[in-house]
């Protein structure tokens, strides 16, 4: 082919790719393995627009550039294609949700091949597959049947567990679990029922059903994570959500807390990245403080202000007579300066201490809070509301009586769901405390007043003078935990923020719990695992993809769906992040039907060399994942503690929006719109305009006419600026919303793969966010032109011949080889583009024809386009389709070495002109031709040089 025509290219070499598969990949290869992924996909009804295929594009290039330095790549592509999106669809519609996400699938696919990735998509995963959540299943059923041993640090099988209470019981058990898990002996434990002894191990498993608050949304009829909400309303349709009390399953994350800290150490992320997930585990060293309440008694009667109240009959008995509040500090030094106490307004003990008078106020503020989200709650420092429940607790140190207040600021699975309020020492304690008129104390004078008195009590129960007198904060810190453990008020404890992940979503379309219910012997639902032989177990058919009447998840619809034994199946499935958390696990066996992926492929790839992908997901999707990984690394199904090695999470392409100006003007008769040079002499409203009808920023105007019915024909008139519309750019978030989204077979359609490919990688950074704009792709196309003219002229001849390298070209080569391997291993993609334009420009001054040159050059620039250097590798008489497996170039330093120095020439200290010598020209025959030169004699004037200092390689000096 003598003619560079882009659309013949690529459909050639992407059909010839799939029909040899030629990236298809083995798990026994004697090269050395390197794992290339990118961040799981949601295929969306939209498609993929051109920010979408940033990330995918640099690590398609490292792929194939790893390829070439001789590793065995595995480079695979999937599909996270259980959501809310589809199912949202399916109720809008009554269309299933697999048909959709096939259809959507099927779209991502072509448009990824239409970019010429060197995905081996024989390896595919799809997480709404049975045949892949079988194994999602089978994972959260090993979760179910281990417990988490703080003193081996790992998740071990419950028959450990169970060997331990059989032995001595579990006073002495180490391990995280139910905060009513009841304490008992080895005897005590062999005279439980066996009924009994399953429902106490259900309090140690890493999986486990639990009230929790979560983000309800009544109009989806489904939880939602954080990230689904926004501003208190559902980030799908925008309905209102509420906080909300509900029987959810868990898993146990918070026993990882410490490994996924200690695990940031060993990987390659950046440090803001590893920052954010240190934050949000959130580890704090302080004191577990137990502030009794006031007036408590053990006849069910509270004393609260002087006064006898009977504790309501609508509240539980297992919640009757709490002898507490624990609070959990960093800071137990500032209790001296503690005022009142505020409890989540979901803590477990409000019902119990809230007064009779105190119960609307509490209720209705309780209502008000329900209407925000988690993040909302954290996120909103400025506005300060509460409402005191009318009950005291009493200060351990001080014997002060200390009011108790709700307020929406404080979260129940944070710490304990309580903050003693230290007003002198905490901005918000400080806006609480004026806002409700209570005592502000300075926490030294507070501490001084209490020390030097002989007993803060007459009983003396509280404290004795001289605690803390004269220590230091470290010395004050650990005598005061010391004090309050010799008497049972509180004890040192590390705290984490982060808390159990809730693991239910009440939608259809997602993975099926593995799970049934029996009934226990007091009529209780108690669960039970599946055998594995059953799994999967299958999404069911329903008639609606919504609750049931009776507010069930829309699995209740489900005709004669019912386990063999049993009396029900869990009708909740789960959240999206689960087909996501070992996912690239299965790329390494895709398609076992035995397990989750065989020991020998796992032994091969291990882990994730390389993973790109975005921001947001620097929590959950990471965490969650990095968790399952640690889990099955203590099961010993896994080889490595950390799933990615390398991370690097690529920047957003914004959107270059168009705007036309519509005069504000009731004297027309019509729509006037002018031009953007020219509005600033009107009052104008500015309006989005698709930017698929601008071209440079001028404006189609007929185009424009045709997607607004109202203004077509004579119906508008148009203010031009040279005969034509210009329009306003912004940038912007892309998005149809703004119009300004552009498709990628549209620009691969007008200018190729390979001119995308290398533009998006050419607009900067890839870490860094950057605008679209079309109008700067034409120099891209230009360079993938100019590249194709070195081998064929305008009369379509052949130009490469067997001839001589010259030194020049030589030397272009290989710096342009050092610097494209510097930048690749150091993913500075954007400065490589620019150096294959700086290389094909000096080779065609050079008319350079040199088979060596130029073949090397085309295996250099293979991993950017890999189309036109496919077609140009066979033209150049080489095998079709190797260019795969041929070596990255190697850059000869002595080919990179300059011959020539350009010299500065000072005189009287002031630069005039830069003469060129040879390296080796000696510093008597720089001199003697420097002081030849006409324009060094032009600014001596005449005057004879005093003196002539020649540095080597660096500079000539000429004194008058």
Not at 123 to 147: A, G
Not at 195 to 222: F, H, M
């Amino acid at each position: 082919m003598s003619e560079y025509s882009h659309r013949e290219i690529e459909k050639k070499w992407q059909a010839f790719w799939e029909e040899k598969g030629t990236f298809r990949v083995t798990n026994d290869s004697a090269k050395p393995k390197y794992y290339v992924l990118d961040m799981f996909p949601y295929p969306s009804g939209a498609g993929l627009h051109v920010g979408h295929p940033l990330g995918y594009i640099a690590s398609d290039i490292y792929s194939r550039y790893k390829r070439l330095k001789g590793f065995n790549v595995l480079h695979p592509m999937g599909f996270d294609s259980f959501g809310l999106p589809a199912e949202q669809y399916a109720i809008q519609t009554g269309q299933h949700p697999a048909v959709t996400t096939e259809q959507n699938i099927s779209r991502y696919i072509q448009q990824l091949k239409n970019l010429g990735f060197s995905y081996d998509w024989e390896r595919e995963v799809r997480t709404s597959d049975p045949s892949y959540y079988k194994w999602t299943q089978w994972i959260f059923m090993e979760l179910f049947k281990s417990w988490y041993n703080n003193d081996s640090g790992k998740a071990e099988p419950v028959e450990t567990l169970i060997a331990i209470f059989e032995k001595s019981g579990n006073k002495a058990v180490n391990a995280p679990k139910d905060e009513d898990t009841p304490i008992f002996s080895a005897d005590e434990w062999k005279a439980l029922s066996a009924e009994e002894q399953y429902k106490i191990t259900l309090k140690y498993r890493l999986t486990y059903v639990a009230d929790a608050t979560v983000n309800w949304c009544p109009g989806l009829g489904s939880v939602l994570s954080n990230d689904e909400v926004k501003d208190g309303v559902s980030e799908r349709g925008g309905f209102p959500v509420i906080q909300k009390l509900m029987r959810q399953w868990m898993m146990r994350i918070t026993a990882y807390s410490q490994r996924l800290i200690d695990g940031l150490d060993m990987v390659d992320w950046t440090e803001s990245l590893k920052e954010q997930q240190r934050n949000w585990i959130g580890r704090s060293v302080g004191a577990l403080v137990r502030f009794p309440l006031e007036g408590e008694k053990e006849d069910g009667v509270r004393r609260n202000g002087g006064k006898d109240e009977e504790i309501p009959s609508s509240i539980p008995p297992s919640s009757i007579s709490p002898s507490s509040i624990e609070v959990f500090t960093t800071r137990v030094d500032t209790i001296y300066g503690v005022t009142f106490m505020v409890i989540a307004p979901e803590h477990e003990l409000v019902d119990v201490i809230t007064t009779p008078a105190q119960r609307g106020e509490i209720d209705a503020y309780i209502a008000m809070t329900q209407k925000k989200s988690e993040r909302d709650r954290m996120s909103d420092v400025k506005t300060v509301s509460g409402a005191f429940t009318g009950a005291y607790v009493i200060n351990p140190l001080s014997g002060a009586r200390v009011p108790v207040y709700i307020a929406d600021y404080v979260l129940a699975g944070y710490g304990t769901g309580a903050v003693m309020a230290v007003p002198s020492g905490d901005q918000r304690d400080w806006n609480f405390a004026k806002h409700f008129d209570l005592p502000i104390i300075p926490i030294l004078d507070a501490q001084k007043e209490i020390e030097t008195q002989a007993d803060a009590t007459k009983e003396g129960k509280y404290i004795n003078s001289g605690i803390i007198n004269g220590l230091g904060y470290k010395e004050a810190t650990d005598k005061l935990i010391q004090w309050l453990e010799e008497r049972g008020l509180g004890k040192g404890k590390i705290n984490y923020r982060l808390r159990d992940a809730v693991f239910s979503r009440q939608r259809y379309w997602g993975e099926p719990v593995p799970v049934f219910y029996k009934k226990d012997s007091k009529g209780e639902p108690v669960p039970y695992l599946l055998e594995e032989n059953e799994l999967p177990l299958n999404l069911p058919e329903v008639d609606k993809y919504l609750p049931t009447e009776t507010g069930e998840p829309p699995l209740g619809r489900a005709a004669d769906w019912l386990p063999a034994t049993g009396d029900a199946y869990e009708l909740s499935t789960m959240p999206g992040w689960a087909g996501s958390s070992w996912y690239w696990y299965r790329y390494m066996d895709p398609r076992n039907q035995e397990e989750f992926a065989s020991q020998d492929a796992i032994g091969y790839w291990r882990n994730v060399d390389l993973y790109i992908g975005g921001t947001e997901h620097a929590t959950g999707h990471l965490l969650y994942s990095r968790f399952w990984n640690k889990f099955l690394k203590d099961r010993g199904y896994v080889p490595e503690e950390e799933p990615f090695k390398k991370l690097i999470n690529q920047g957003m392409i914004q959107g270059r929006s168009s705007f036309v100006y519509r005069v504000k003007n009731e004297n027309y008769a019509k729509p006037v719109f002018v031009s953007a040079g020219l509005r600033f002499g009107y009052e104008v409203t500015p309006l989005h305009v698709d930017v698929n009808i601008v071209e440079n920023d001028i404006l189609d105007v007929e185009k424009f006419k045709a997607t607004r019915p109202d203004i077509a024909g004579e119906h508008a008139e148009f203010i031009l600026e040279d005969g034509r519309y210009h329009c306003g750019t912004e940038v912007e978030k892309m998005s149809k919303s703004k119009y300004n989204v552009v498709n990628p077979d549209d620009i691969v359609d007008r200018y190729g793969a390979d001119t995308l490919r290398m533009y998006e990688m050419f607009l900067g950074p890839l870490e860094q966010a950057k605008p679209w704009n079309t109008n700067g792709i034409d120099g891209t196309y230009r360079f993938i032109r100019k590249f194709w003219r070195l081998f064929y002229n305008d009369n379509a001849q052949f130009l490469v011949k067997d001839v001589a390298s010259r030194p020049e070209e030589l030397k272009v080569l290989h710096k342009t080889i050092k610097k494209i391997q510097e930048d690749i291993e150091s993913f500075s993609f954007n400065t490589a583009v620019s150096a294959f334009m700086v290389c094909v420009n000096e080779l065609s001054s050079l008319k350079c024809q040199s088979r060596d040159i130029l073949q090397p050059l085309v295996v250099l620039l293979s991993s950017y386009a890999p189309h036109i250097t496919e077609e140009l590798w066979a033209a150049l008489g080489n095998e079709p389709g190797t260019l795969g497996k041929a070596s990255f170039p190697v850059w000869e330093e002595k080919f990179t070495v300059d011959d020539v120095f350009e010299y500065p020439v000072q005189i009287n200290g002031k630069v005039r002109i830069s003469l060129p010598f040879a390296l080796d020209t000696p510093a008597s025959e720089i001199e003697k031709q420097v002081l030849a030169n006409e324009t060094v004699l032009k600014w001596m004037e005449g005057k004879a040089a005093k003196k002539v200092i020649v540095v080597p390689k660096r500079i000539v000096n000429v004194v008058i």
